[in-house]
């Protein structure tokens, strides 16, 4: 062996016998044990076939994932966006700040107030979130009293499933909510309170919010409410102007989006605002001081009567702009559940009734206009007239009057009118149809032009449809109908020097902006000459300052005043017949220079006087009085024209 060859193990040969504490070195030196049959016959199993299993489960899994990751991401992407979106994000309504109703100098006669529409997240109120298994009827039962709500309502709209927003009330003050909030701060310290003990850690009112909105009030209270109106619980208008101007009253809303997590918003790029536009403010051409004097007046007098209603109205004759329009029995818009419905209108548009005497006017108009006679006219007037199917009458038993035509209008004779009118036409169907022109050009049984809402035109029956009696009553007032505004502005008409200016009660709109915009000019339409105007003038003054006249309890001292009364009988709404009467005065001032025209009219009076020029004779003489020095116009210059009433034969 060469010296670079490693040296050689030694083998035991076979055979060679073992020392005695040397160790097998190899397995086949190794004694075999004997084994069981059975276990000689067991084989280890291919794992290949469970691996091909488990690689097929796993497939299948897999291509689950990602088919519905592509469902989520591809197919209903946007459907999820938009899931996600609407629980994340949350939309309000922000109310745009309704504009305010001022009087002609800018007070306030409707404005609008800081308030708050109480809301709800109902998924706050589930046993899950609230820890109370009745949170809804807890709620509601500390809500109710304080919202003047039922909790039966509440505890339903608590309970509004697949939403996160509910209103349980709008408008509310900000005193109602400062109670809420501090019910909510006494819950909230409860149940942290109980939260460190024992208890459940409830908090009922943990899902009840707030939102800005805006309460409307009405600072005079039942002022001016037949012209006003009202608006509803929604605050939108639902009466009178409030309804009829609502587009231009309530601005246009906006909207608030923002990121919410528990009913609370969160700080976020991601929110947007749109702001919300004001409303215009209206400015109208009703003074509330001659307001109030018209409606104390006339709510005193109605009292006094023990009446059904009246109405006092109040214009400038130079303008047609309605200082005044003052019904009673009135309303309080502030507090609608104790407003009786049938005074919650303005009924000083609404209602109509036959006129009576103040409509000779018209009448006299037409004679004076037509050349058929002049103030100075001989009228002989018997104690009764037959015309027609009918024995005509004045207001009392008197022998035979020799009157002027003057003196027709000045003691409101019935039968003197009936044959002053019946020389408008050779024939009473020709007279007729020319006294039915100026009825209509005076505007009886026509659109006064104010577009108020339920305003009545009046009823005015086409001459061919007169009855026999109508042709004969209609010259005096009995048989056609109008509503008090129309009275007012026959009266306007004469005092304005025969031309009718449509009759107005909005002076122009101030929006967000802050610029005025006026009302558009009203339309102007002559009726009547101004000599024939002027001559009306002298006769009406007849009426209150001859001794002869029926009007003298409207004189006011310093002043000239022309004036008519009117007492006609009443037709009853509950029965379609004649019961009771309507009394009414109707007259401008000063007569020589007509500036202020009021009218003045009282239904179905029942205690004391009926007659107008008792009843609504003073009315007019304490309203016009108050609307003379509230305008600052001068007494008369000159004395009364003084036509004579009667002649002798």
């Not at 922000?94 to 708050?116: C, Q, W």
């Not at 109480?118 to 009745?134: H, N, R, Y």
């Not at 059904?308 to 009673?328: K, W």
Request: some cysteine; proline content about 8%.
């Amino acid at each position: 062996m060469s010296p670079q060859e490693p040296p050689r193990r030694r083998v035991p040969g076979p055979g060679r016998p073992r020392t005695g504490g040397e160790r097998p070195r190899t397995a086949a030196a190794r004694p075999r044990r004997p084994r069981p049959a059975a276990a000689r016959n067991i084989r280890l199993g291919s794992p290949k076939p469970r691996l091909r299993l488990v690689s097929i489960g796993l497939t299948l899994v897999m291509v689950a994932f990602v088919v519905r990751l592509l469902q989520v991401q591809a197919v209903d992407a946007s459907e999820y966006t938009a899931q996600a979106q609407k629980n994340r994000y949350a939309t309000y309504t922000l109310a745009a700040e309704r504009g305010r109703i001022t009087d002609r100098s800018g007070i306030a006669l409707a404005t609008s107030v800081d308030a708050y529409d109480i809301t709800a997240d109902p998924t706050m109120f589930t046993p899950q979130e609230s820890k109370a298994l009745d949170a809804p009827e807890q709620a509601a039962a500390l809500l109710g009293p304080l919202l003047d709500k039922d909790p039966k309502e509440i505890t339903a709209r608590l309970k509004t499933p697949n939403t996160k927003y509910v209103v349980l009330a709008r408008r509310q003050t900000p005193q109602v909510w400062n109670q809420i909030k501090d019910l909510k701060k006494a819950f909230s310290e409860k149940a942290q309170a109980d939260k460190r003990g024992t208890g459940p850690g409830a908090n009922v009112l943990a899902g009840v919010f707030q939102e800005p909105s805006s309460k409307r009030v009405y600072p005079n209270g039942d002022l001016a409410a037949g012209i006003i109106g009202y608006v509803n619980a929604e605050g939108k208008g639902a009466g009178g102007l409030e309804s009829a101007l609502d587009e231009k009253l309530a601005g246009e809303d906006g909207e608030l989006r923002y990121a919410q997590a528990g009913g609370r918003r969160v700080p976020t790029a991601g929110s947007h605002e749109k702001p919300a536009v004001p409303g215009a403010d209206i400015e109208l051409t009703i003074d509330r001081d001659i307001q109030w004097a018209a409606q104390n007046a006339i709510t005193e007098q109605v009292r006094a009567s023990a009446a059904d209603r009246g109405y006092v109205i109040v214009q400038d004759t130079r303008t047609g702009e309605v200082l005044a329009m003052a019904n009673a029995p009135g309303f309080d818009p502030n507090d609608l559940s104790k407003a009786r419905s049938a005074a919650m209108g303005n009924a000083a548009l609404q209602d109509v009734y036959e006129p009576g005497s103040t409509a000779k006017v018209i009448s006299m108009a037409a004679v004076l206009e037509e050349k058929a006679a002049g103030p100075l006219t001989h009228v002989t007037v018997p104690n009764r007239l037959h015309r027609g199917d009918r024995l005509f009458k004045d207001d009392i038993d008197h022998p035979t009057w020799y009157l002027t035509l003057n003196g027709v209008l000045a003691k409101s004779s019935n039968i003197g009118t009936i044959m002053a009118t019946g020389r408008l036409g050779k024939t009473q169907s020709d007279a007729n149809d020319v006294l039915y022109s100026y009825l209509t050009n005076f505007g009886i049984g026509q659109p006064t032009g104010l577009d108020y809402p339920g305003e009545s035109r009046g009823i005015l029956a086409k001459p061919r449809d007169w009855s026999t009696s109508q042709q004969y009553t209609i010259p005096f007032g009995q048989g056609l109908s109008l509503n008090a505004m129309q009275a007012a502005s026959v009266y306007s008409t004469i005092a304005n020097g025969g031309v009718r200016i449509e009759p107005t009660l909005v002076r122009g709109s101030r929006g967000p902006d802050g610029r005025f915009t006026p009302a558009a000019d009203p339309p102007k339409t002559r009726v009547v000459s101004e000599a024939t105007a002027k001559t009306l003038a002298q006769m009406l003054e007849s009426v209150v300052d001859d001794q002869e006249g029926t009007g003298t309890k409207a004189r006011i001292p310093g002043y000239r005043v022309g004036g008519k009364t009117g007492t006609s009988n009443r037709v009853d709404p509950a029965t379609g017949r004649y019961k009771g009467y309507t009394a009414s005065f109707a007259g401008f001032a000063p007569a020589d220079d007509p500036r202020i025209t009021v009218y003045c009219a009282i239904q179905n009076p029942t205690r004391g006087s009926y007659f107008g020029g008792q009843i609504c004779g003073p009315i007019y003489k304490k309203v016009m009085e108050f609307a003379l020095k509230t305008q600052q116009i001068a007494p008369s210059g000159t004395a009364p024209a003084g036509l004579p009433v009667t002649f002798t034969p």
